[in-house]
T-cell receptor, first 111, second 115 residues
Framework: GEDVEQSLFLSVREGDSSVINCTYT??????LYWYKQEPGAGLQLLTY?????DMKQDQRLTVLLNKKDKHLSLRIADTQTGDSAIYFC???????????FGRGTSLIVHP | DTEVTQTPKHLVMGMTNKKSLKCEQH?????MYWYKQKAKKPPELMFV???????INESVPSRFSPECPNSSLLNLHLHALQPEDSALYLC??????????????FGPGTRLTVL
C-alpha cells in the first residue's frame, strides 16, 4: 500500500468546517505537513507539525496528530470558496527530510 | 523574497526538440528539487541538488538532464521527450540543514506538453 493515504474528495458548504484526514505508515515519521495546491499552481506549504506534538493551530487551520494511530487531520474553520483546492498530506523522516506526499484530497466548497 | 520562479509557464515541444526549464530562488536555500506531477497525482521527486551537487536522482530517464549552475539557479534540459512526459514540472527549494524544518518552497510550475 501507499505510504501516505488520503480520501480523494471532500465537499463542504461555505461557512462550515472542513476536516481532511490522512494516514501514514512510517512510524519513524518526524515531520508531517499539509500543502495546498490551487489549479495550475505549485504547492503552498500551509503548516507542519513535529511528531512529538498532538495539535497545532494557526488562524483558521487546526492540525491534529494521533501518533499511535498514525492519523493526521487538517481542520479548516469557516471554509470559504477560496479554500477550494487540492490538499496534500506529506511526511518526512530524519536524514534528508524530503517529504513523501499522499495523493491529495480535492476540497470543493459550494455556496 | 520567499518566491521560487519558474520559466516558461507553458511549453509545447515536439519529440525531436531540445528545450530547457529554468528555476530561480533568492532565499539562500542550498537545496533545489525537480518534481514531475501528472494530473490528479502527487508530485514525484526527480532530482535533488544540495550545495550545487546532484545528491538524488530518482532513476529518471536520461532524456531529462538537470543542471545547477549556481546556488540560485536550477535548469532541466529536455531532449527527445515522449508524449507521456507531458506534465507539470515543479521546482522547489529549501535549506539543507538536516532538520525537518527544511521546508520546501515550490514554484508555480511549467506546464509541459509533448506532441
Amino acid at each position: 500500500g501507499e505510504d501516505v493515504e488520503q480520501s480523494l474528495f471532500l465537499s463542504v458548504r461555505e461557512g462550515d468546517s472542513s476536516v481532511i484526514n490522512c494516514t501514514y505508515t512510517d512510524s519513524s515519521s518526524t515531520y508531517l505537513y499539509w500543502y495546498k495546491q490551487e489549479p495550475g499552481a505549485g504547492l503552498q506549504l500551509l503548516t507542519y507539525i513535529f511528531s512529538n506534538m498532538d495539535m497545532k493551530q494557526d488562524q483558521r487551520l487546526t492540525v491534529l496528530l494521533n501518533k499511535k494511530d498514525k492519523h493526521l487531520s487538517l481542520r479548516i474553520a469557516d471554509t470559504q470558496t477560496g479554500d477550494s483546492a487540492i490538499y496534500f498530506c506529506a511526511e518526512s523522516t530524519g536524514g534528508s527530510y524530503i517529504p513523501t506526499f499522499g495523493r491529495g484530497t480535492s476540497l470543493i466548497v459550494h455556496p | 523574497d520567499t518566491e521560487v520562479t519558474q520559466t516558461p509557464k507553458h511549453l509545447v515541444m515536439g519529440m525531436t526538440n531540445k528545450k530547457s526549464l529554468k528555476c530561480e530562488q533568492h532565499m539562500g536555500h542550498r537545496a533545489m528539487y525537480w518534481y514531475k506531477q501528472k494530473a490528479k497525482k502527487p508530485p514525484e521527486l526527480m532530482f535533488v541538488y544540495s550545495y550545487e551537487k546532484l545528491s538524488i536522482n530518482e532513476s529518471v530517464p536520461s532524456r531529462f538532464s538537470p543542471e545547477c549552475p549556481n546556488s540560485s539557479l536550477l535548469n532541466l534540459h529536455l531532449h527527445a521527450l515522449q508524449p507521456e512526459d507531458s506534465a507539470l514540472y515543479l521546482c522547489a527549494s529549501s535549506h539543507w540543514t538536516g532538520q525537518g524544518t527544511d521546508t520546501q518552497y515550490f514554484g508555480p510550475g511549467t506546464r509541459l506538453t509533448v506532441l
